[in-house]
């Protein structure tokens, strides 16, 4: 009934298996890839004709991740996996990125990629699996796809690369100060096609050595691909790439003039208006047949990208008039906002970022449910790009994977400066406001983030910048590579390749190629020209910080305290009685986690000491020879019981009481009467032995041995 193939291989410390002939066979190409117990299933599906009139690519991945494969019920009210989570909208733009590129160019047949996580491990990342079982289902699937690829994590630790580390190695890099690296590449036979990373102040050499190790470790599993297609594969679906040469020859003898003159205008808006106005003179000149023409959109594309991409290779020569290697003005402004707790606005030409910092508590710190477990985050990144932004006229609506994707780029390149949380106990929270767009705004997020952060007085390790590179590589293999693109050259070009770092060293490397892949010389000159670019941008930020930024008066203050784990049910009590007390008389909130850290939070400081104050008085030990105000709480024939410390309470004997003998102790005192006492020490059975004579009840200091002669 089932015509299965298998294929395996070592890979690295796990066995890789890829599957496919028994499940899901109406697909066009289905695989099921296992690396230890982790197993992704990926279904390809395309369409076998064009829409008509489709002038783009429409390609669409999804990956989800079901709890059943981690043996969870998804939490929340309906029980069931709802939209995507930020994890599943990160991967599935993960698989997408490098698969794009490398179908023929004119295919523009639907084509969906669904990828299911059907069993996680909890050690072996699904997201390369997936990587790699959507790969294997292209490969198979007959489609127009020249790949196949394949992905890989890397770890640096003690200066050596980790092929595939665990999920756990990967967890919360930040506290983990043993790794210093979470790189994904995927890439071809010959070249890389993507990257994307979390470093920790790597340097340029050890980044490019990490990726290169990546496409090593990669090779094999392309063979592995390849084994299986030869005996799966399916025939390849008949495709021819539609040729468009005479009408491209027509619209370019008709507006090559005019289009080099309108690309020459430096002004974003102009010079979008005077490209639209070239393309309708263009149209205007053509007969009726020829505009009704499918390919007349990619032939007026291909017009705009010789014009681009012939003057920035020949001529030296940008859109704006900059050199290749030339970062725009930039203009960094901190305090913009009165009452926030910090902003910054950064500027680089037409670019634009607002970004604004919230400091909270640890209440305020953000929940995730993933597969691998339940974790707390205190570092919140969010980014909004408004159709304002490009001067456009669009629907409002919830974050889009582009949103997600740039805001988690821009959450990376800062995560490696934070303070730790031990130091720094807020939940801090950044939001990125676009307001102008050309160019990379997800590195003006990062630029405005750093400054957003040092202006609300959080004690960054270092600043950092970001700084986007392109790329225009010809077909004689002759290439410019071009610092901070502006969006033509980045829509026109052949690789948007964002870097993120500080003096440093990197700490943040995303990099996607539009063509077959480049060289090893080509990524290294970008990376040199890319730190270039991001020293220069330190310098101009660097002059919004002259001063030392002052804590928000409008954020919460924070103290914490250390206490022992084996006193943190007095802290909190029977029922969090004892807690809410705590919380009810001072006025501050109180955290405290499963380590004994306690973190006190009011914007009032006298709140937070009251809290600290109480805290410490339960969890504290008296200590002898030291006086303390304490309250009468009941009268023996013996003596008086004192409440001291906190809860404790000790015996002042009669004898203890006055200088003189006393008939009883309520001679001079009562209930509730409030008094100071010295505490002697403590007998053979641990009670507290506390004396009152010694010590003058209206001061509280010690009456002097000559005093006590005297009387």
């Not at 206490?563 to 009685?577: A, F, L, N, W």
Request: with cysteine.
């Amino acid at each position: 009934m089932f015509d299965v193939t298998t294929k395996s291989m070592q890979w690295g410390d796990e066995t890789l298996t890829l599957e496919t002939g028994k499940v899901a066979r109406q697909a066009d190409g289905s695989v099921i890839a296992t690396l230890g117990e982790t197993s992704v299933m990926a279904n390809v599906t395309f369409a076998k004709e064009p829409k008509p009139g489709q002038d783009f690519f429409p390609l669409t991945v999804h990956y989800q991740e079901k709890y059943y494969a981690a043996g969870k019920i998804p939490g929340g009210f309906f029980k069931r996996e709802a939209r995507p989570t930020e994890k599943e909208t990160l991967t599935a733009r993960l698989i997408d990125r490098p698969i794009r590129p490398l179908f023929v160019p004119g295919f523009k047949h639907e084509v969906l990629v669904m990828c299911t996580v059907l069993s996680h491990d909890l050690v072996n990342d699904p997201d390369v699996v997936a990587m790699i079982a959507a790969s294997a289902a292209l490969t198979i699937s007959g489609a127009p796809f020249r790949g196949p690829i394949a992905g890989a994590r890397v770890g640096f630790v003690d200066g050596e690369y980790v092929l595939n580390p665990s999920v756990d190695d990967m967890q919360d890099l930040r506290n983990n100060p043993e790794q210093r690296l979470d790189l994904v590449v995927a890439g071809t036979k010959d070249a890389v096609m993507m990257v994307e990373s979390e470093a920790y102040e790597l340097s340029e050499a050890e980044m490019l050595g990490a990726v290169n190790f990546a496409h090593e470790q990669i090779q094999p599993v392309i063979d592995l691909i390849i084994s299986l297609a030869e005996e799966a594969a399916k025939e390849p679906f008949d495709f021819t790439p539609p040729d468009y040469s005479d009408l491209y020859e027509v619209v370019k003898a008709a507006g090559a003039d005019k289009m080099h003159a309108a690309y020459a205008i430096t002004d974003k808006q102009e010079r979008v208006a005077a490209v639209a106005a070239v393309k309708e003179e263009i149209k205007a000149g053509l007969s009726e047949e020829q505009l009704e023409d499918a390919n007349l959109g990619s032939a007026l594309k291909k017009l705009e990208s010789t014009v681009l991409r012939g003057s920035v290779v020949k001529e030296g020569k940008r859109i704006d008039g900059r050199a290749l290697d030339q970062v725009r003005p930039i203009v960094a402004e901190t305090g913009m906002l009165p009452r926030t707790h910090g902003s910054a606005l950064f500027t680089r030409g037409e670019t634009q970022g607002l970004v604004v910092t919230t400091l909270g508590t640890g209440d305020d710190e953000q929940f995730i449910d993933a597969l691998h477990g339940n974790f707390k985050s205190n570092f919140l990144l969010h980014y909004n790009f408004p159709p304002y932004s490009v001067g456009e006229v669009g629907r409002v609506g919830s974050p889009g994977r582009r949103e997600i994707g740039h805001g988690k780029l821009a959450w990376r390149a800062l995560q490696a400066v934070l303070p730790a949380s031990t130091d720094f106990p807020y939940t801090i929270r950044l939001v990125s406001e676009i307001t102008e767009s050309n160019g990379s705004s997800s590195m003006a997020s990062v630029c405005g983030g750093s400054l957003s952060m040092m202006d609300a007085g959080v004690p960054l390790k270092s600043a950092v910048a970001g700084v986007a590179m392109g790329l225009v590589l010809e077909d004689d293999g002759s290439y410019a590579v071009l610092t901070d693109i502006l969006g033509d050259e980045d829509h026109l070009g052949d690789m948007d390749f964002k870097v993120a770092g500080t003096e440093s060293g990197i700490t943040s490397l995303q990099m996607d190629i539009k063509v077959a892949g480049i060289t090893p010389e080509i990524m290294e000159k970008a990376l040199a020209q890319a730190k270039e670019g991001r020293m220069h941008i330190l310098g101009e930020m660097n002059k919004a910080l002259s001063g030392t930024a002052e804590f928000s008066v409008h954020a919460p203050r924070i103290e914490t305290m250390q206490i022992p784990t084996d006193k943190i049910r007095e802290v909190i009590g029977s029922g969090g009685k004892v807690i809410r007390e705590i919380v009810e008389v001072s006025g501050a909130k109180v955290d405290i986690n499963d380590d004994g850290i306690i973190k006190i939070a009011s914007p009032d400081g006298e709140c937070i000491k009251k809290a600290y104050d109480m805290i410490h008085s339960i969890v504290a030990e008296p200590e002898e020879g030291m006086i303390y105000k304490g309250k009468v709480v009941k009268i023996v024939d013996f003596g008086a019981f004192v409440n001291f410390f906190g809860k404790r309470d000790g015996l002042v004997h009669v004898s203890q009481i006055e200088n003189r003998r006393l008939n009883h102790p309520s001679d001079v005192l009562k209930e509730g009467q409030e008094v100071y006492v010295k505490l002697l020490g403590f007998d053979d059975r641990g009670k507290v032995r506390l004396a009152m004579k010694m010590v003058d009840q209206e001061t509280g200091e010690e009456i002097a041995k000559e005093e006590k002669e005297e009387e």
